[in-house]
């Protein structure tokens, strides 16, 4: 792409104010294992850290508390002076940098800047020293939103401030997976005139208080001998769980879990990540040769539990335990309490068992889910999903130029836009190990690694089609925000 006659003189400028342009960490909590950690640091294309000063009620006219929120730039592929940003949002967990996926080759294409801020709460950005239910009201997707329209003038303002310049807008472009895939749909919902479009990869933008459709794609992804092999495996956990519980739970490495709930939660999860982070075959194949020799079936599941699930995916078995959800320490494993109350209050995504042809538990309902809110954050505490999407629209939602991706085989696509509307193009990426944000990871993702390799999907073509797409809609929508620009002139 073409670059300016003063390009070098003003990058040299450019780079030298920004290395002194950071506040010092204030390290509440160190980065925590979950689901959808990085493995290693080597898979950031930064993690220095940077802050701004945030506001702590977006809503309120008398309320001026602020708090430190760290955000994260990558500077090297940024096409100055009007090369677009990309704003690659953070969800439900630490953010310890920008992850070096997918969007490292947009950016190099497009000669683009990747920005990244911190949800508030998470990681380091927390405005408060105690978790308790009173210090969460400000945590929702709607006050989410808001930190990332005001982070969005704060940094256009300072890259105008570094340029000696005013009144100049660079095109802006925003990315999300999952549930900042969603916050990635509804910023281009809520504020349009911030942003020349959107990516809402695997976005869960319905909120749904019995998700039942979850389970079925489980086992539609599982195919009929492994999800026959899965439905006795918990019928034999359950019959051998009435008469000796703590040995079953040891067999599987989650004896803290006291209440059966917690348990039968954390065994289908196990059993999900499979399917939605593209490694069916490191559940199937194993459960399935047992089922065929006779072999004992509940065994070969807590081997794949413990060496999968636990090991080389890196889940911790507290995350299912109520006890830890109800802890209102600020430590590095806050994020699955803080999951928890943004669940509680205005998603739900209950995953429960269907009526029939279930490949979990049918002890994990909704009233599990109902008195888990209640025991962790208090009484008054449920999620109200009518609310949510009548905010958002559901996957009725009235947005425009917002490109929906999802892996054919992730149960949480049943949660996002699956049609197809007016200026809201929805590819399905289909292949036997497309999971969650494969347009944006590749395949697999566990052990994670967010390269955005598509070479391990087992159709790299259908990914490579998508992304095609993708980018095509990218340039046009950018190409649109600039020529918008320059008729304003």
């Known amino acids: 792409m073409r670059l300016f006659s003063t390009n070098t003189v003003i990058w040299v400028l450019f780079l030298l104010v920004l290395s002194t342009f950071s506040y010092q960490n204030h390290a509440f909590v160190s980065s925590r294992i979950m689901l959808n950690r990085l493995s290693q640091s080597s898979n950031y294309l930064t993690d220095k850290e940077l802050w701004f000063s945030q506001t702590l009620d977006h809503f309120s006219p008398f309320d001026h508390r602020r708090f430190q929120q760290r955000y994260y730039e990558f500077l090297d592929q940024f096409r100055l002076p009007d090369g677009p940003i990309f704003l690659k949002i953070c969800g439900e967990s630490s953010c310890n940098g920008i992850a070096n996926d997918y969007i490292s080759v947009l950016a190099k294409k497009f000669g683009a800047a990747v920005v990244s801020l911190e949800h508030r709460y998470y990681g380091k950005s927390s405005p408060f020293n105690s978790l308790k239910t009173e210090n969460l009201r400000y945590l929702s997707s709607k006050q989410a939103l808001y930190d990332l329209a005001v982070f969005r003038q704060y940094y256009q303002e300072s890259l105008n401030l570094k340029l000696n310049r005013s009144n100049v807008e660079n095109p802006w472009f925003v990315f999300g997976v999952s549930y900042s895939g969603a916050l990635s749909a509804w910023f281009r919902l809520k504020f349009p005139h911030l942003t020349c479009g959107s990516l809402a990869s695997s976005a869960v933008v319905l909120a749904v208080y019995n998700f039942t459709e979850f389970d079925q794609q489980v086992g539609d992804s599982a195919g009929a001998e492994c999800k026959a092999a899965l439905q006795e495996t918990n019928q034999?956990?359950?019959?051998?769980?009435?008469?000796?519980?703590?040995?079953?739970?040891?067999?599987f490495g989650a004896a803290e879990l006291e209440n059966d709930g917690d348990f039968f939660y954390f065994l289908a999860d196990a059993a999900v990540m499979a399917f939605q982070y593209g490694n069916p075959d490191e559940l199937c194949s194993p459960l399935v040769q047992a089922k065929k020799a006779g072999d004992n079936l509940?065994?070969?599941y807590a081997k794949y539990v413990k060496e999968y699930f636990l090991g080389g995916f890196g889940v911790g078995v507290q995350t299912y335990n109520q006890k830890h959800l109800k802890n209102t320490a600020l430590t590095q494993d806050s994020?699955?309490?803080?999951?928890?109350?943004?669940?509680?209050?205005?998603?739900?995504?209950?995953?429960?068992?269907?009526?029939?042809?279930?490949?979990?538990?049918?002890?994990?309902?909704t009233s599990y889910h109902l008195d888990l809110c209640k025991n962790v954050f208090g009484e008054g505490i449920y999620p109200d999903v009518t609310a949510t999407n009548i905010y958002y629209g559901g996957t009725?939602?009235?947005?425009?130029?917002?490109?929906?991706?999802?892996?054919s085989q992730d149960p949480w696509r049943h949660a996002s836009k699956q049609i197809s509307s007016t200026?809201?193009?929805s590819y399905v990426i289909s292949c036997h190990n497309c999971g969650h944000g494969t347009d944006m990871r590749g395949c697999p993702q566990a052990p994670?690694?967010?390269?955005?390799?598509?070479?391990?999907?087992?159709s790299p073509d259908a990914v490579h089609k998508v992304r095609q797409q993708i980018t095509e809609n990218i340039d046009l929508?950018?190409?649109q925000c600039q020529n918008l620009a320059r008729n304003s002139l």
């Not at 034999?236 to 067999?251: I, M, P």
């Not at 928890?340 to 205005?346: A, G, L, N, S």
């Not at 009725?396 to 892996?407: L, M, P, Q």
């Open 335 to 365: 994020g699955d309490r803080l999951w928890w109350f943004q669940v509680c209050t205005e998603v739900a995504y209950f995953q429960v068992a269907p009526l029939n042809d279930s490949v979990r538990s049918k002890k994990v309902d």
């Open 477 to 479: 929508w950018l190409s």
């Open 448 to 458: 994670l690694s967010l390269e955005g390799d598509a070479q391990k999907c087992s």
């Open 298 to 300: 509940v065994e070969a």
């Open 423 to 425: 200026d809201m193009p």
């Open 236 to 251: 034999l956990v359950e019959q051998r769980l009435a008469t000796e519980g703590k040995t079953v739970k040891t067999l």
């Open 396 to 407: 009725k939602i009235a947005g425009s130029k917002i490109v929906f991706a999802n892996g």
